[in-house]
C-alpha cells in the first residue's frame, strides 16, 4: 500500500512540475540535545513504521519506534514532532475532503504526502560530557571530554551558565578544526582537537554549568551539558547559642553554627570531641547549620563544636561549652540512718555527710535542734568525742544560688555507750539514777557497843539502808 501511494504522488509531480512541496515537509534536519545519560528519545517517528490506509472517512496512522514505544495517530493530540509543522493541518484537510466525497485517489495522494512528511531523511546521536576530575579545587585543572561523537564536527562552542540563580548563558569560545582557530584566542580556557575543553587554574567562579554546541559536516546540531564544582578553603566557624541567659533543664537549647558564606557548606557537630550521636530530643531542621535540643537534660552539659567541610577542605570551629543548671535533688544523708536515726558511739568522733545533686554546686547550711551552725556551712558536720548532750535533731539544707532552690532534711543522733557487750544509751542511764534516788528508804545507825564511850576510846557507827541497788546507781552515775 505505502509503495503505490508513493508511486501516485510521483506521477502527480511528473504531470505538473509547478507544485511546490508540502509545505509540511519544510525541515529535514534533527536536532539532539543530550543533558544527561540517558537522553530523551528523539521526537522525530522512525524511519521502519507500519501504516494502513483506508478508503473510508476515517485516516490513522500507528508509528512503532524501538527502546522509546512512542505511537503517533492523526486523532489523538500526541503529536511530538517539530519537524512538520503543519503535519496536524494537512491530516484535518484530508480528513474534511475525504468527507465531501474525493475520489480514493485523491485521497492516496494526501495520504502520500503526510507519510513523506514522516519519512524524511535524519540521523541522532547522543552525547555526554565527563569531567576529569570530577570535581576541582581552586588552582586545579579540570577537562571537559565529548563522549560518544564520531562524527566530523566542523564547529565547536562552548558555553557557560554561573550557578547563580536567574543567571544568563553566555559563550565562552568556538574552535574551528578545519582551521584550527579558536575564537577568542586569549581566554583561560582552551580547546583540544578532539573538542574537549580545557579549564586551567580553576577559581570559585568557574562554577555553573557547561554546555557544548558540535555543527558536524552533515549539518546537524549536537548539544551536551555538564555542571561543574569548584571548591575553595573554608574559614573558620563559631557557635552562638539563640538563648544566652541560664539554660534550665527541661528548657531549649538552639545552636547556630556561623559561616562566613551565606552559601552553606557541608557542616558536621561534636560532642565532647566526637561525632554528636542524635537523640529523639535533637533535630536539625533543613541544613545542619541549626542544632535544636527539646527538652534539654543534665547529660547534654559539655563541649559542642561545628565543622564546615568539602570534598577537599575542612575547618572546625572552638569548643562551646554548654551548662544545663538543674537541681537540688532530693538529700541523701551519710552515714545512712535507720528508721531516721544515727547512733553515735559515746566519746567517739562522728561525722555527717550531705549530698544534694545540682548544678552549679549546692550550697550547705546545717542546724542542731533548730539552731542554726554557721561554723558548719559545708555538706559535712564533724563532732569530735561524742557527749550525751550531742544527741537531738539534725537538720541540712540544701540551697542552689541560681535558682534560689532549697530543700532540707533531718536526722536523729542517739548517744550510747558499750557496756559489756550491751548499749546503754544517755536516757537508760538517767532512768536508773532517778529511780534509785526515788525508792531510798531511811537509813539508822545502831550503835554496835553497849559499854560507855571512853575519850580516846573507838566506836564503830553503821548505816543501814533496804536499797539494794545503792552501789550500782552510785557506780553508773559517777558519784
Known sequence: MEEGLLVSQTQKRKKNRKQSQSPSCSQSQS????????????PFPPRTHNRTAHSSNHHSSSYTQP????????????????SCLNRRKATGLAKRKAK?????????????????????????????????????????TVTLNILDYSGSALMYSWYYKPSTRNSKEKLILRYSPGSTSQTPNNTRQKVHPNGSLIIPNLV???????????KDSSSKILRARAPLKVY???????????????????????????????????????????NLIRNDRMTQPQTNKTLIILPVKREDSGAYQ?????????NISDSFNLTVIYGPEPIKIFPKPVHGQIEALFNQNLTLECQASSEPPAQYTWQVNGSSRAENSGNTYTISQVSWEHAGTYTCMAMNNITNSTISRNTTIRVYEDSGGSKLSGKVIAGIVTGVIENLMKPNIPINSTSNIIENGTMVLTCNTGNEYLIIARENAGT
Request: net charge positive.
Open 31 to 42: 536536532q539532539i540535545w543530550s543533558h544527561s545519560p540517558s537522553a530523551s528519545p528523539s
Open 67 to 82: 527502546h522509546t514505544h512512542s505511537h503517533y495517530s492523526h486523532n489523538s493530540n500526541h503529536h511530538h514532532s517539530n
Open 100 to 140: 465531501k466525497g474525493l475520489s480514493p485517489n485523491r485521497r492516496k495522494k494526501r495520504a502520500a504526502t503526510i507519510l513523506s512528511c514522516w519519512i524524511q531523511p535524519m540521523s541522532a546521536q547522543d552525547l555526554m560530557v565527563e569531567l576529569k576530575p570530577a570535581q576541582g579545587k581552586v588552582g586545579d
Open 204 to 214: 570559585l567562579s568557574d562554577s555553573g554549568d557547561y554546555k557544548v554546541q558540535i
Open 232 to 274: 575553595g578553603t573554608l574559614m573558620k566557624p563559631n557557635i552562638t547559642l539563640k538563648n544566652n541567659g541560664i539554660i534550665l533543664e527541661k528548657g531549649i537549647v538552639v545552636f547556630t553554627c556561623n559561616t562566613e558564606k551565606s552559601k552553606l557548606p557541608d557542616i558536621r557537630w561534636y560532642f565532647q570531641n566526637k
Open 306 to 314: 561545628c565543622e564546615v567541610w568539602n570534598p577537599f577542605f575542612a
